[in-house]
């Protein structure tokens, strides 16, 4: 069974900063792109940002120019780096993946458990 391991995470005070980092465990053969989504209570599940395995980037409307998205293909690690947080970023930060579990096989998409991010004074 393939999980999607997220950490990093917390609490931080606005115009600070954190990085997420998540990493697939299991048995699986390719991971093609990764990437977040966010969730705040009481709204849907939005776009933060995505990477493909070649390194093209798509980043949500409001986190573009504070948010970076990275991976280590060699790891099969997403890293996000936050900076300039404010209080409307706060939510469940969701790691997501498409991947397949053999090669040439059908394509999943993955999603990790979530990690809470709350930005407040």
């Known amino acids: 069974q393939v999980q999607l391991v997220e950490s990093g995470g917390g609490w931080v005070q606005p115009g600070g900063s954190l990085n997420l980092s998540c990493v697939p465990s299991?048995?699986?053969?390719?991971?093609?792109?990764m990437g977040w989504y966010r969730q705040a209570p009481g709204k849907q599940r939005d776009l933060v940002a995505t990477?493909?395995?070649?390194?093209?980037?798509n980043y949500g409307g409001s986190v573009k120019g504070r948010f970076t998205i990275n991976r280590d293909n060699a790891k099969n690690t997403v890293y996000l780096q936050m900076n300039n947080l404010n209080p409307a970023d706060t939510a469940v930060y969701y790691c997501?993946?498409?991947?397949?579990?053999?090669?040439?096989?059908?394509?999943?998409?993955?999603w990790g458990r979530g990690t809470q991010v709350t930005v407040s004074a």
């Open positions: 997501y993946a498409i991947l397949d579990l053999v090669a040439g096989g059908q394509r999943f998409n993955w």
């Open positions: 299991g048995s699986f053969h390719t991971v093609y792109v």
């Open positions: 990477i493909g395995d070649s390194g093209i980037t």
